[in-house]
């Protein structure tokens, strides 16, 4: 079926919602009028020139994960980075380097452990709740809480109640892309569309927010890509737990898929316009400053993102496959202002906490 790019283009700049099919042409619109449609989506979404950021710390408490997808350079099988586990006592050390530094929110991240029991992860929570009574804690993730779920053999719902109570906030999507044939290829170990969407769901039930992460460029088709955006704005619609999208393209260095190309600029920020247009009950759109550098992230601010995510006091798990993106505080509203943006630090509700004109 052929679509009228004139009458796409004037349902976009409407406000109207797009189908799949419709979004997977915007792939070969000229990228300056794609984002300048993203950027007008976002003014629809969120009619302000605030950019935000957030002081947040990702603890890796564990690189032993049975998992071992082809894309992961930092799990230990990988034989990149050595095998490890952190202690209660090294996890709060973390912490507390993130409260000195200002910091509100904290995620700790693993993988799939074949030996913790759920009273390992209720004695993270807790431990960094008792201490840190203040801190914000968006930590694990669906393919983990799916994989605690079938091992102690209780359901998705009453495990997330037991991790509600026990101080957990809020969850990552951690989404890598959704669509069963390419996981099956990447990442067959872990869970299933099906089963992330099962994890949304009893976080809504639980009146627990989320995201929705989308790992890109992996051999996957602009078919797929669009599949991705569907099942999450499906799943906003059904629960609204997604705060914000976050794509970030794959690098395939030091992995198991060193032969596929590394995706390209202009990829990313034509993922960044169509995201923001495709996902219209979406608020936030992050720039991944992270996988993409400073530049791009830059550039993305005018394209439909309009958050920049957090500063991130520790990142290893990017840095494993040989990519390391640093930045601090100054750095960060400093990339915002230089795009025309007003830099805002925020909470992990996306409060704003502080503003930084001029």
């Given at each position: 079926m052929k679509y009228s790019k004139i009458a796409l283009e004037t349902k976009i700049e409407s406000g109207g919602r797009i189908s799949p099919e419709e979004a997977i042409t915007l792939f070969s619109w000229d990228l300056i009028e794609l984002g300048k449609l993203g950027d007008l989506r976002?003014?629809?979404?969120?009619?302000?020139?605030?950019v935000g950021f957030i002081i947040d710390r990702i603890i890796n408490y564990s690189n032993i994960c049975e998992a071992c997808c082809t894309f992961c350079a930092y799990h230990a099988k990988a034989n990149r980075v050595p095998s490890y586990e952190l202690t209660n006592g090294e996890i709060i050390e973390k912490v507390e380097l993130l409260k000195d530094a200002?910091?509100?929110?904290?995620?700790?991240?693993?993988?799939?452990?074949?030996?913790?029991r759920l009273d390992r992860y209720i004695e993270m929570i807790k431990t960094v709740r008792?201490?840190?009574?203040?801190?914000?804690?968006?930590?694990?993730s669906p393919s983990e809480l799916v994989h605690i779920s079938k091992k102690e053999g209780i359901d998705l719902d009453t495990l997330l109640g037991i991790f509600k109570d026990s101080g957990l906030n809020s969850m990552p999507g951690a989404s890598d892309i959704l669509v069963d044939h390419v996981r099956e290829r990447v990442s067959p170990k872990k869970i299933k569309t099906n089963e992330w969407r099962d994890v949304m769901?009893?976080?809504?039930?639980?009146?627990m927010m989320s995201s929705a992460t989308m790992t890109y460029g992996m051999g996957e088709s602009s078919e797929d890509r669009i599949e991705h955006l569907r099942v999450?704005?499906?799943?906003?619609?059904?629960?609204?737990?997604?705060?914000?999208f976050i794509?970030?393209?794959?690098?395939?260095?030091?992995?198991?898929?060193?032969?596929?190309?590394?995706?390209?600029?202009?990829?990313?920020?034509?993922?960044?316009?169509?995201?923001?247009?495709?996902?219209?009950?979406?608020t936030y759109i992050q720039a991944g400053w992270l996988t993409e550098g400073m530049k791009l992230a830059q550039i993305a601010l005018a394209m439909g993102a309009n958050d920049m995510g957090?500063?991130?006091?520790?990142?290893?798990?990017?840095?494993?496959?040989?990519i390391e993106t640093k930045t601090n505080m100054n750095e960060m509203i400093n990339i915002i202002k230089?795009?025309?943006?007003?830099?805002?630090?925020?909470?992990?509700?996306?409060?704003?906490?502080?503003?930084f004109p001029g």
């Open positions: 976002r003014k629809l979404a969120f009619p302000h020139e605030q200002g910091g509100c929110q904290v995620m700790l991240q693993g993988g799939l452990h074949p030996d913790y008792k201490t840190f009574p203040e801190v914000y804690i968006h930590s694990f769901e009893a976080l809504h039930h639980h009146g999450i704005r499906e799943v906003q619609d059904s629960t609204g737990v997604i705060r914000a794509p970030w393209s794959f690098s395939p260095a030091s992995t198991q898929m060193e032969d596929i190309l590394p995706a390209t600029g202009i990829e990313y920020l034509k993922m960044v316009a169509i995201g923001r247009i495709f996902l219209d009950n979406v957090g500063v991130l006091m520790e990142e290893v798990v990017v840095k494993a496959t040989g230089n795009a025309g943006k007003l830099p805002v630090q925020r909470d992990s509700a996306y409060k704003v906490l502080r503003e």
